[in-house]
C-alpha cells in the first residue's frame, strides 16, 4: 500500500514538472513561430478581463484583491497551464496503453 501510494505520488510528480517543461516550451515556441497568434490570444484574453473584471457582491477590500489577482497574465498562465496539462494526460495515456499492450 505505502509502495502504491508513493508510486502515485511519484507519478503526479512527474506530471506537474513535465507540465511546467511544456508550458515554458509552448510559449518560447508560440513567441517564435506564431507572434500573431499570440497578439490574437492576447485581445481575446483583454475581452475576457473585461467581462470578469468586476464581479457582482464584492465588497471595495475584495474588489481590490480580485483585480489584483485576476489580470491578463493570470488568465493566459491559466490557459497554458490547461493547455499544457492536458497534452501530458494525452501522452501519458497513449504510453500508458502502448506499455499495457505489450504485456
Not at 484574453?45 to 457582491?57: A, F, G
Not at 493566459?76 to 490547461?82: D, E, N, Q, V
Request: aromatic share 10%.
Amino acid at each position: 500500500m505505502v509502495f502504491s501510494l508513493l508510486g502515485s505520488v511519484v507519478r503526479s510528480s512527474t506530471k506537474l514538472f513535465i507540465s511546467f517543461v511544456v508550458v515554458i516550451a509552448l510559449m518560447v515556441l508560440a513567441f517564435a513561430f506564431a507572434p500573431g497568434l499570440i497578439r490574437q490570444s492576447q485581445d481575446w484574453i483583454e475581452v475576457l478581463n473585461d467581462m470578469v473584471r468586476t464581479p457582482p457582491m464584492l465588497d471595495d477590500q475584495g474588489l481590490i484583491l480580485y483585480r489584483t489577482l485576476v489580470n491578463e497574465n493570470t488568465i493566459f498562465g491559466i490557459i497554458m497551464t490547461l493547455l499544457a496539462r492536458s497534452l501530458v494526460e494525452i501522452f501519458a495515456w497513449i504510453f500508458g496503453r502502448l506499455m499495457k499492450s505489450d504485456d
